[in-house]
């Protein structure tokens, strides 16, 4: 399995991949055959949310020159199939959205184990990034959520990276949080417990069949309550 874990995979609401540190560059080289793409839900009981969107990241691949023969939405209308789906899948795409909604989906559907073997291209979304994880450390998304880390929920995740991911950083991180501070300074608060890598949208965690991790693009390692930027964009 090859794996491209994003922050995002184009611009908002735009169908259109990010051109930007060879994402799409190696998505060609990884996909070189007409396409078989299975959309993975985040909300599977929301379609009037789950379509629009994955319909634009189809769009997205044409747009870029993918031959996508076919295209396949997994939710609650075709759970049951999911085997059968990802097994006939070259290409998963796990949506962006709420985190633990998605988690419980995968443990559904029993994602993690269909992976196993599976032998073509992830793309994580956000959310789906997130929950790729081994464990996945879930920061308050929600004004009642706790704003202590200590009570931050930790899922089980995918086992497809050792890696705590944020998405949209280069949004996030100036965001209020409901106690008066910041996202930042909450994930820093956050990095005491675990440590974090956090991604700007158009950045990725890239892994090779061989399961070798290369972080693309801009990026920042926050531990110990302190931020680094490790990455910066490919020219």
Same mark, same amino acid.
């Given at each position: ?62 747009? /870029? =020159?993918?031959?996508?023969? &076919?295209? @396949?939405? *997994?939710?609650?209308?075709? !759970? ?46 956000? /959310? =789906?990034?997130?929950?790729? &994880?081994? @464990?996945? *450390?879930?920061?308050?998304? !929600? ?93």
């Amino acid at each position: 399995m090859i794996c491209f874990l994003t922050s995002a995979t184009g611009p908002y609401q735009t169908p259109a991949l990010y051109t930007e540190n060879h994402f799409v560059d190696r998505l060609k080289a990884a996909l070189p055959g007409p396409v078989r793409g299975l959309w993975v839900a985040n909300d599977p009981a929301t379609r009037e949310t789950t379509v629009p969107f994955a319909l634009e990241v189809r769009d997205a691949f044409v747009n /870029a =020159g993918f031959p996508v023969e &076919a295209y @396949t939405i *997994l939710d609650d209308l075709n !759970a049951k199939d999911a085997a059968r789906l990802v097994a006939g899948a070259n290409l998963i795409i796990l949506s962006g959205g709420e985190i633990p909604v998605q988690s419980r989906f995968f443990e559904r559907i029993g994602l993690k184990g269909l992976l196993q073997g599976w032998n073509g291209v992830l793309v994580g979304i956000s /959310a =789906g990034s997130m929950n790729s &994880a081994d @464990t996945v *450390l879930v920061p308050p998304e !929600a004004p009642e959520d706790p704003m202590d880390p200590d009570q931050w929920p930790v899922l089980q995740g995918l086992g497809l990276t050792e890696h705590h991911l944020i998405p949209h950083f280069q949004y996030l991180r100036s965001q209020p949080t409901p106690n008066g501070g910041t996202v930042e300074a909450l994930l820093l608060e956050g990095s005491r417990r675990w440590p974090l890598l956090a991604l700007n949208d158009g950045s990725y965690i890239f892994k090779d069949a061989a399961g070798n991790e290369t972080v693309c693009g801009e990026a920042y390692r926050i531990a110990d309550g302190e931020i680094v930027q490790i990455s910066k964009n490919e020219a």
